[in-house]
């Protein structure tokens, strides 16, 4: 039994502007993983249409997502950064991945129920497709782990059924090749060509929520930009935002267990811990007691501590566009170069002629 090279891989839509619950609950693990893993960290530009076809601003966008995760501080000499649309053996096997994947699974998917809405002839065909290229994203580097959101949890259990039907339905061409390793899943013994995907969800990310309510998800598409914190925003607007945040009357509790029913605090909490990396109750244990006249600004002075170096260098990448393309397409070179190796063996597997 031996076991795929651990690859950690990610992807981030350049859909508008990266806020405060981005940095924490995906960027700064990124940056954490890549201490001791191999990582590929992608601007997934081609999933950005399945929403909306037209965009004014996609350049940028692309832009902003990278210069984000260098100013955050990945490293794209040591790691890959780069965007979807340069290596196309992504839309390649998601192809592939179209013709293994089942109708049925797709209309369990929830995300598309979502984004689909009420009116689901008018969705595009690309919105239902989506978690078939999100698969071949990350089998494309046959990578092993997804540092993702809770909500992408159901698009990797699809990642692991298509690859467990393509090991499955392949099998008897797959051996030959002397590709595939023996795995186990679960019990059972498989002869794989494609690893099964684990989700990176743990850690100390918490649901950031907005500023405004706080039983919402802080949002790029809430109308309010009070209501989050924006990676581009300065101090002023950092400050401003966490002094006008909705609050309740009370003192901050003293106890994790005092925060119940009240998600304004425990949202305030939550940043104040994930920012500091600390646990809430180390932060009520400091906190307890105290009014949100007091814990505000000391809130405000971490967060720019923080996030004003990010800010900054976010700002100095921004106006040099020219360099952050250079890594893109380094870093897209590199990825091609990877990619390529995976459809020649899957193309011999398939029976392809090249
Ligand atoms: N669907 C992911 C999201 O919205 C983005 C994504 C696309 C992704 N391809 C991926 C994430 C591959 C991880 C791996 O957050």
Same mark, same amino acid.
Request: one cysteine or more; a neutral charge.
């Given at each position: ?93 998601a192809w592939i991945f179209n013709c293994v994947?089942?109708? @049925?699974?797709?209309? +369990?998917?929830?995300?598309? !129920? /979502?984004?689909?809405? $009420? ?7 690309? %919105?239902?497709?989506?978690p078939s290229l999100m698969a071949a994203d ?64 743990? @850690?100390?990310?918490? +649901?950031?929520?907005?500023? !405004? /309510?706080?039983?919402? $998800? ?7 930009? %009070? ?93 040099d566009p020219g360099h952050i393309d250079a ?28």
């Open positions: 039994m031996t076991e795929f090279k651990p690859l950690v891989f990610s992807g981030v839509q350049p859909t508008g502007n990266l806020h405060l619950g981005n940095y924490l609950g995906a960027i700064r693990k990124f940056v954490a993983l890549q201490e001791n893993n191999d990582c590929i960290y992608c601007v997934v530009d081609l999933h950005a249409l399945t929403a909306q076809l037209v965009h004014e601003d996609m350049a940028t966008q692309i832009r902003s997502i990278t210069a984000a995760f260098l100013a955050a501080g990945i490293d794209p000499k040591k790691h890959i950064v780069f965007n979807q649309s340069q290596v196309p053996q992504h839309a390649e096997l994947a089942r109708i @049925g699974w797709m209309n +369990r998917m929830t995300q598309f !129920k /979502d984004k689909a809405g $009420k009116d689901r002839e008018q969705a595009s065909l690309g %919105l239902y497709a989506y990350i089998l494309v580097y046959r990578a092993t782990h997804v540092p993702v959101g809770e909500d992408q949890k159901q698009h990797l259990e699809l990642a692991r059924d298509i690859a467990m039907k393509f090991n499955m339905d392949f099998n008897e061409k797959i051996r030959p090749t002397g590709l595939g390793i023996d795995i186990k899943v679960g019990e059972e013994p498989v002869h794989a060509y494609f690893p099964m995907v684990e989700p990176l969800i743990d @850690g100390p990310a918490p +649901r950031v929520m907005s500023l !405004k /309510d706080g039983t919402k $998800k802080m949002s790029k598409s809430d109308p309010s930009d %009070l209501s989050r914190i924006n990676l581009m925003d300065d101090q002023d607007a950092i400050s401003k935002k966490i002094r006008k945040a909705k609050t309740d009357p009370d003192a901050l509790p003293g106890e994790v267990d005092g925060l119940k029913g009240r998600p304004e605090a425990d949202n305030l909490v939550g940043i104040f811990a994930a920012l500091a990396d600390k646990s809430k109750a180390d932060v009520l244990s400091e906190f307890g007691g105290q009014q949100f006249s007091v814990f505000k600004p000391a809130l405000i002075d971490l967060a720019v501590e923080v996030l004003a170096p990010i800010n900054a260098e976010m700002r100095r990448l921004m106006e890594v893109l397409r380094d870093g897209g070179e590199r990825a091609r170069t990877r990619a390529e190796k995976t459809m020649n063996e899957v193309r011999d597997i398939i029976g392809f002629v090249r």
